[in-house]
């Protein structure tokens, strides 16, 4: 009998919603907010009648299709075999649809550290460590080897094309009357992302749902064990350490950190952690002492994540603009002007962490005053008019706060825009966020993470007609175009899923 055995685990996308640039450093902290639009990995034994079996007849075989892309381009076939005391990683495929980075890094590191897991838990070494790793692989010689699916819920791509098929409107109803998982036209390189950050999600999912479905690591079902859980913690700096190889450089993190936590007060990982990795072999994994574990275990990092959410009553709202003009990579250029303006830069990088954890604070004590007896109808009144105009009690006046300190946090980012040279707040951008800004029941906003012309934020009153105000604006703006996304703020991280709670999975999988 063939076991069932199907692994499916998710993981959110993120906003950095303060903090940008400055969270490089581990002097300073900023908010991440997850988001309620999710990265799926799903992992299935592979039939040994598939045809990704029939390539050759090496010990086991890995299969990962992205779902929603055309899949003659988008899937990777891998062997797995173990040749004297080598694991060997080769992909069989290459030359049809070329490599994908993300996937085999993840691969091979996951494997890497799967086996060394084996090695130094079960009474299993060297060799032999492999080969239990390849019949946990092949279920025990039953399957070929594991089927694995990734898919993005519609929000990680621009849905322009779609809509536009389809003769809506690039507006939040159309939005949600698209099917779930969207078969995209082109391959991955050719599609616009819209800055959820899909390549840690992917890297995050894949980690987790490979470690669990191979049994190296035990996910817990309660999201609010996730801090001190040991497997999360050990996903975490694989994941971290996967995603930093791919991208060919050591960024802060705060984006895999979200995939795992979920939405909190984020401060990074000494760098200086992973040097003894990035410049280890991709060919092969050698069936000998660990190399991973003692960097990647978790006592070994020092990250901090702290609890931070947004208060009852209140959404985070984004949009995908696209100004017909690329963002190039601004750390580079921000980080090269720091170091020439040292004494300049430390003053502003000062004032504007000032600033962020302002904003932390007055967030939170708005989360303590959810439980006052007038709060959620302030709230919701206030989302019918200016925030600016009113102070009648301590909730409106938070509000009003949180107002202000958006405001300061833009001023502190168009200074650094002034003194870099860097477009972190365009003027177009600074345009339409204070064009939004003017709405009844709009808190304020700003540009998320590394800023630029690609995407925006606004913290809003959560009712249809804040919502609706907004989609009007954006619909109508002719400046830039601006696509909402779906998405909400969400709190969790990575999550066991089951097929039967995601809408659209079961289809999209074809199972
Ligand atoms: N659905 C997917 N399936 C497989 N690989 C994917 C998928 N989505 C993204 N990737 C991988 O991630 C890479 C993009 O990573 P990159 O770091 O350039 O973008 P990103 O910063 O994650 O983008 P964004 O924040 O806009 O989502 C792709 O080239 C591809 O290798
Ligand atoms: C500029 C930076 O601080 C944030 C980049 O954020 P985003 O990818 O633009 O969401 C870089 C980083 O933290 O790795």
Same mark, same amino acid.
């Given at each position: 009998?063939?076991?069932?055995?199907?692994?499916?685990?998710?993981?959110?996308?993120?906003?950095?919603?303060?903090?940008?640039?400055?969270?490089?450093?581990?002097?300073?902290?900023?908010?991440?907010?997850?988001?309620?639009?999710?990265?799926?990995?799903?992992?299935?034994?592979?039939?040994?009648?598939?045809?990704?079996?029939?390539?050759?007849?090496?010990?086991?075989?890995?299969?990962?299709?992205?779902?929603?892309?055309?899949?003659?381009?988008?899937?990777?076939?891998?062997?797995?075999?173990?040749?004297?005391?080598?694991?060997?990683?080769?992909?069989?495929?290459?030359?049809?649809?070329?490599?994908?980075?993300?996937?085999?890094?993840? $691969?091979?590191?996951?494997?890497?550290?799967?086996?060394?897991?084996?090695?130094?838990?079960?009474?299993?070494?060297?060799?032999?460590?492999?080969?239990?790793?390849?019949?946990?692989?092949?279920?025990?010689?039953?399957?070929?080897?594991?089927?694995?699916?990734?898919?993005?819920?519609?929000?990680?791509?621009?849905?322009?094309?779609?809509?536009?098929?389809?003769?809506?409107?690039?507006?939040?109803?159309?939005?949600?009357?698209?099917?779930?998982?969207?078969? $995209?036209?082109?391959?991955?390189?050719?599609?616009?992302?819209?800055?959820?950050?899909?390549?840690?999600?992917?890297?995050?999912?894949?980690?987790?749902?490979?470690?669990?479905?191979?049994?190296?690591?035990?996910?817990?079902?309660?999201?609010?064990?996730?801090?001190?859980?040991?497997?999360?913690?050990?996903?975490?700096?694989?994941?971290?350490?996967?995603?930093?190889?791919?991208?060919?450089?050591?960024?802060?993190?705060?984006?895999?950190?979200?995939?795992?936590?979920?939405?909190?007060?984020?401060?990074?990982?000494?760098?200086?952690?992973?040097?003894?990795?990035?410049?280890?072999?991709?060919?092969?994994?050698?069936?000998?002492?660990?190399?991973?574990?003692?960097?990647?275990?978790?006592?070994?990092?020092?990250?901090?994540?702290?609890?931070?959410?947004?208060?009852?009553?209140?959404?985070?709202?984004?949009?995908?603009?696209?100004?017909?003009?690329?963002?190039?990579?601004?750390?580079?250029?921000?980080?090269?002007?720091?170091?020439?303006?040292?004494?300049?830069?430390?003053?502003?990088?000062?004032?504007?962490?000032?600033?962020?954890?302002?904003?932390?604070?007055?967030?939170?004590?708005?989360?303590?005053?959810?439980?006052?007896?007038?709060?959620?109808?302030?709230?919701?009144?206030?989302?019918?008019?200016?925030?600016?105009?009113?102070?009648?009690?301590?909730?409106?006046?938070?509000?009003?706060?949180?107002?202000?300190?958006?405001?300061?946090?833009?001023?502190?980012?168009?200074?650094?825009?002034?003194?870099?040279?860097?477009?972190?707040?365009?003027?177009?951008?600074?345009?339409?966020?204070?064009?939004?800004?003017?709405?009844?029941?709009?808190?304020?906003?700003?540009?998320?993470?590394?800023?630029?012309?690609?995407?925006?934020?606004?913290?809003?009153?959560?009712?249809?007609?804040?919502?609706?105000?907004?989609?009007?604006?954006?619909?109508?703006?002719?400046?830039?175009?601006?696509?909402?996304?779906?998405?909400?703020?969400?709190?969790?991280?990575?999550?066991?899923?089951?097929?039967?709670?995601?809408?659209? $999975?079961?289809?999209?999988?074809?199972?």
């Amino acid at each position: 009998m063939h076991s069932q055995k199907h692994t499916i685990v998710s993981s959110p996308g993120k906003v950095l919603l303060a903090g940008g640039y400055l969270v490089l450093d581990r002097s300073y902290s900023g908010l991440v907010v997850a988001t309620s639009s999710r990265f799926y990995s799903s992992v299935q034994p592979l039939p040994a009648s598939s045809s990704a079996a029939s390539i050759s007849t090496p010990q086991g075989i890995i299969s990962v299709r992205a779902g929603q892309f055309p899949s003659q381009s988008s899937t990777w076939i891998y062997s797995i075999s173990i040749e004297n005391d080598q694991l060997i990683i080769k992909q069989t495929n290459q030359d049809v649809v070329g490599k994908n980075k993300f996937i085999y890094i993840t $691969l091979f590191q996951t494997l890497a550290l799967a086996y060394e897991k084996i090695a130094t838990t079960t009474d299993k070494k060297g060799v032999d460590a492999g080969r239990e790793l390849l019949n946990r692989i092949t279920d025990d010689g039953q399957s070929a080897g594991l089927d694995l699916v990734v898919l993005a819920d519609n929000d990680f791509y621009s849905q322009r094309e779609q809509l536009s098929a389809l003769s809506l409107p690039t507006k939040i109803d159309s939005l949600s009357s698209l099917q779930p998982f969207t078969p $995209l036209p082109r391959p991955i390189p050719q599609t616009n992302k819209t800055g959820l950050g899909s390549s840690a999600a992917l890297v995050t999912s894949l980690v987790a749902s490979l470690l669990s479905h191979l049994d190296i690591v035990s996910l817990p079902s309660n999201p609010t064990e996730a801090n001190s859980n040991e497997s999360l913690q050990l996903v975490h700096s694989l994941a971290q350490f996967a995603h930093c190889l791919a991208q060919g450089k050591v960024g802060s993190g705060f984006d895999v950190s979200s995939a795992v936590f979920g939405t909190h007060i984020f401060k990074r990982f000494s760098p200086s952690i992973l040097t003894p990795l990035m410049d280890g072999s991709l060919d092969s994994i050698h069936l000998s002492s660990p190399t991973l574990l003692p960097v990647l275990d978790p006592s070994k990092w020092d990250q901090k994540t702290t609890a931070f959410r947004l208060p009852k009553g209140l959404r985070l709202i984004l949009a995908d603009v696209d100004a017909g003009t690329d963002t190039p990579s601004f750390v580079g250029k921000v980080l090269a002007w720091r170091k020439n303006h040292p004494e300049v830069a430390q003053k502003l990088w000062d004032d504007l962490d000032k600033a962020n954890m302002q904003l932390e604070r007055l967030l939170t004590e708005l989360v303590a005053r959810e439980k006052d007896e007038d709060y959620e109808e302030t709230v919701g009144w206030m989302g019918e008019r200016h925030i600016e105009d009113h102070k009648e009690n301590p909730t409106a006046v938070l509000l009003y706060e949180i107002r202000l300190t958006l405001f300061i946090i833009r001023d502190f980012q168009r200074r650094m825009s002034e003194l870099s040279g860097v477009a972190i707040e365009p003027p177009e951008q600074t345009r339409l966020l204070d064009a939004c800004s003017e709405l009844e029941g709009v808190i304020g906003g700003g540009v998320p993470g590394a800023g630029g012309y690609d995407a925006l934020f606004l913290l809003i009153i959560d009712t249809p007609s804040v919502t609706s105000r907004v989609d009007k604006l954006w619909s109508e703006w002719t400046e830039m175009s601006v696509c909402p996304l779906l998405a909400r703020q969400s709190d969790g991280g990575l999550k066991v899923e089951r097929l039967s709670d995601v809408k659209g $999975l079961a289809e999209a999988l074809g199972s």
